[in-house]
């Protein structure tokens, strides 16, 4: 089967950004054992899955072995990303249609399995709720050291809360100038309510004087800054 390409990310500044992501998400997993995690939109279209995939992959580089799962049933496949040749996914192992070895696809990026959403469900809540779904999650931790969800948005469906309270963590995702400050209340309480274990929020589509206003110091190695600060003390000594 071929590989799926999964996006490469050249951009120093958000690998700088998902760098810090990874490294929060090792200490959770060192401190609490945190290895499942739901990542979902506030409202649509807040980029949930360009975050997703963006996490999944750093995770993965990172030398941990991880699986990233599409599990917005309700979006056909020609709108998403990644499963354009995977038509087989979780709602047809939930259906009882393709074992759960056959809808795991190797990828380009090296420690990362991709699962595909599978046939297009109207309303895929009860097969989220489905023994068949506890069983995939047990054997997806006993593979795997990160498993990512990649959910609806919680203001959107109800699919997200049902994962996110099975799963160790959940994080939110909001983008600048698309996120409202209620839509952002209303998703954190949804998640408050079913008990989920709410982490935090990434914040998508920052633009660069919002990032390096509170990333000050993220191209100090990078522009080898430290060489500026040791001429400069260096003439102060003179």
């Known amino acids: 089967m071929k590989k799926l390409d999964i996006y490469k990310n050249d951009n120093y500044i958000l690998k700088d950004a998902f760098d810090e992501a990874v490294m929060n998400l090792h ?9 499942s995690f739901v990542v979902c939109g506030c409202e649509a279209g807040n980029g949930t899955t360009t975050v997703a995939i963006n996490l999944a992959a ?12 599409d599990g917005d049933m309700r979006k056909k496949n020609r709108y998403k990303r990644l499963n354009e040749n995977a038509t087989v996914g979780l709602s047809d192992y939930l259906m009882d249609k393709a074992p759960i070895g056959r809808i795991k696809y190797d990828t380009t990026t090296e420690n990362l399995t991709y699962i595909p959403c599978g046939e297009l469900i ?5 097969l989220l709720c ?7 999650r047990e054997e997806l931790a006993n593979d795997y050291d990160f498993i990512i969800y990649d959910m609806p948005a919680i203001n959107s469906a109800m699919d997200a809360e049902v994962i996110a309270v099975s799963a160790d963590a959940t994080i939110l995702v909001s983008a600048v100038g698309a996120t409202s400050k209620k839509g952002l209340i209303k998703a954190a309480n949804a998640l408050k309510e079913t008990k989920a274990n709410l982490i935090g929020t990434i914040i998508n589509r920052t633009d660069m004087e919002q990032y390096t206003a509170y990333h000050e110091d993220y191209d100090y190695f990078q522009n ?7 001429i400069k003390g260096k003439r102060k000594k003179r």
Request: charged fraction near 30%; hydrophobic fraction near 40%; aromatic fraction near 8%.
């Open 130 to 136: 489905s023994n068949k779904m506890n069983v995939a």
């Open 224 to 230: 080898e800054r430290y060489v500026k600060k040791m």
């Open 122 to 126: 109207d309303n895929p809540v009860r």
């Open 27 to 35: 200490i959770l997993k060192k401190q609490n054992g945190y290895r």
């Open 58 to 69: 750093a995770l993965a580089e990172s030398g941990w072995k991880t699986v990233l799962i």
